[in-house]
């Protein structure tokens, strides 16, 4: 699978990677990503990769107001 296109989102505080999951899994089914294999604590975003425009452009649309 080639994830061309990403995404950039502020979250902060421990645990990104299971909470996006947990979160992509519920409001998200059958979209592929891609994510990095760790986040720092003190990091403010998430960068998410995704395979198609129509996939980011579905993320970023649920991503509004949403909440980590």
Do not use: C
Request: no cysteine; aromatic share 10%; net charge positive.
């Amino acid at each position: 699978m080639r994830f061309r296109y990403s995404h950039t989102f502020p979250i902060s505080g421990p645990n990104k990677l299971p909470r996006f999951k947990q979160w992509a899994a519920e409001n998200l089914p059958g979209i592929a990503f891609s994510l990095p294999p760790q986040v720092p604590v003190k990091s403010t975003a998430l960068t998410v990769r995704l395979q198609s425009i129509e996939d980011r452009n579905a993320l970023t649309e649920k991503l509004v107001g949403a909440s980590f």
